[in-house]
């Protein structure tokens, strides 16, 4: 890794338009944006980010140098959406069980029973997930895919909603154990949070001489404007969203074309593909529209898809980007009228 750290947001980072007063769950959504910007400067896009991930049903992996506000974003969107969040420090030494619970024996009844691990939650923050082994990230695969975790051959339903929101630090990997491609891909979204502009910045400093407090979001006057019922009527809404066979193939044509480019390895599989389709609805119904557009592809091909692909070696020795290469792939592929 060269230290390269983007410094703009990739994340659809126009606003979407105004929610017309007939659609509710719209209107309930889109002013979560406003909410959580009490707690959190300028990161108005990866908020954005987020609440697609929520929409299509997906996780999200958060990248970051420390200080950006990733675990202050998750809670101030949680409390906007009214939804339980819990949070988990990856260590070395953290154990499956301390994720997803384990069976303790009960002296007053002589019998094993299920406690309960933080996994069962609405939003689970994942901090930073790269610094525990991989059997511990593994065991969060069920609960990501599945919605449900196993143990001592029961399984267990997790709460709905459920996402996963995990960070990691992009530029420090001494004693990390880099996620497989198995677990990437079970991320929907790989948003970046970039270090604030110098008028945000200022903005954040303000904020803190007043005595802006970031564990006090009642203080900061983050309110609860949405909830499950809410959210529950914006998936129905997206998954109604029109997406005519144009704009199907041209999602094909996208991920086909990362399976050949010269500086990938590793291409985007299936999944990655019905990932860009399910954000792409979710991006459009935000927007206020019926239907998905190319625009609203080429808007979440980035975070939907950076984290799906591989660099060759050679390509890592010449400082080529993942992030160059979908914008070069973006640029020579088709775009259907």
Known sequence: MNGHYPQATDAPATAPVPAPAADPARAALLAVRAEVAKAVVGQDATVTGMLIALLARGHVLLEGVPGVAKTLLVRALSTSLSLDTKRVQFTPDLMPGDVTG?????????????????????????????????????????????HQVSVDGVSRRLPAPFMVAATQNPVEYEGTYPLPEAQLDRFLLKLTMPLPGREDEIEVVRRHSLGFDPKDLAAAGVRPVAGAAELALARTAVGQLAVSPEVMAYIVDLVRATRAAPSFQLGVSPRGATALLNTARAWAWLSGRSFVTPDDVKALVLPALRHRVGLRPEAQMDGVQVDDVLSSIMATVPVPR
């Open 102 to 146: 384990s069976l303790i024996y009960d002296a007053h009844s002589s019998e094993f029973r299920f406690r309960e691990g933080p996994v069962f939650t609405n939003i689970l923050l994942a901090d930073e997930i790269n610094r525990t082994p991989p059997k511990t990230q593994a065991s969060l695969l069920e609960a990501m895919e599945e």
